[in-house]
């Protein structure tokens, strides 16, 4: 089946809202088992039949729009060719020639987000083009995971650029469909893209997408040797931060959640889910990546201790 999902993903990467389209006479082309088993999934789902369709009877490729009429007790479409005197006369078409099927991408991403074990999603964020499967661990490291169509079109920067999370600190990803664009995706901000067909598998319970080491572009984890735990706020900015008090520490928690709320910084995912009056913890690495930035913003917050800061680790480790 890798090999018909992947020609459907190659197709529709192509412009247009065409190319998810998959008529009765290509599909019958294609393995029935894997049509079959894609339709089982979702990923294929029977649209409203075509109105017309081509005409080959006279060698003119006419497109025609056959009348439906009820012939031996099944409905069979009908149209009268005039294209020339040699070819002219009635031509018949099985209703099953009308039928089209399209390639679902919202389904798809339900079923890539589960496959990598996203949280947090998925969800649609640009229509048709963009969807946020969650977060997910590629390569010990909590990243946000996106799935694009038309990454390569020419209006693929000006769509993406409206998607603020794409130059979030947290370091997204993108998995393509097929394609990776020629240029960056976001203006000076090189985004680490991957084509799905290349780490996508199938297996007898679905999809297998493997993410780990599938995006060698990506820095290497300066903070290693420091563990990776879920942390609150004030206490990250106890342990890895100038020293404030805890009375201070809370003031710039509250800065930096106002700051988020606001749209002026992006928070990095949560390392899990949060009941109502907890605080919220998130993952200690991709807090150390995003605090410099947090700054950068004007953010009231304690710098990082300089043994933590990303140039002095980058420099000893």
Same mark, same amino acid.
């Given at each position: ?26 599909? &019958? ?45 099944? *409905? ?61 661990r590629i390569d010990g490291k ?12 020419? @209006? ?8 603020? &999370? ?22 000076? &901000? ?30 290497? @984890? ?17 342990r890895y931060c100038e020293k ?10 509250? *800065? ?41 913003? &004007? ?19």
């Amino acid at each position: 089946m890798r090999e018909t999902l992947a020609l459907m993903l190659r197709v529709a990467e192509e412009e247009g809202p065409a190319s998810q389209v998959w008529p009765h006479a290509a599909l &019958r082309r294609l393995p029935a088992a894997d049509v079959d088993r894609l339709m089982r999934m979702g990923l294929l789902a029977e649209m409203e039949p075509d109105t017309g369709l081509t005409c080959t009877e006279c060698g003119e490729a006419c497109q025609v729009e056959p009348t439906m009429v009820a012939t031996g007790g099944r *409905a069979r479409g009908f149209h009268l060719c005039r294209c020339s005197s040699e070819h002219a006369g009635p031509v018949w078409f099985e209703m099953d020639e009308l039928r089209r099927w399209e390639l679902r991408l919202g389904r798809l991403a339900d079923v890539v987000a589960k496959a990598i074990g996203a949280v947090g999603g998925p969800a649609e964020v640009q229509l048709g083009r963009l969807y946020l499967l969650g977060t997910a661990r590629i390569d010990g490291k909590t990243r946000e995971v996106f799935l694009a169509r038309g990454a390569a079109w020419p @209006d693929a920067a000006e769509v993406f650029g409206r998607v603020p &999370r794409l130059g979030a600190p947290a370091e997204p990803v993108v998995l393509s469909l097929a394609c990776v664009p020629a240029g960056d995706l976001l203006p000076g &901000r090189t985004l680490p893209v991957r084509p799905l067909v290349e780490i996508v598998e199938a297996s007898e319970a679905g999809l297998v997408v493997r993410l780990d080491g599938a995006f060698p572009d990506i820095r290497p @984890d300066a903070w290693a040797g420091i563990p990776n735990k879920a942390i609150t706020l004030d206490a990250f900015m106890a342990r890895y931060c100038e020293k404030r008090s805890g009375e201070l520490r809370r003031f710039r928690r509250h *800065a930096l959640l106002g700051a988020a709320r606001n749209g002026k910084v992006t928070l990095p995912p949560a390392a899990r889910p949060h009941r109502s009056g907890q605080s919220k913890k998130y993952f200690t690495h991709d807090l150390l990546a995003a605090w410099q930035g947090f700054l950068d913003e &004007r953010v009231d917050l304690p710098p990082l201790l300089p043994q933590f800061r990303p140039s002095h680790v980058e420099t000893h480790k």
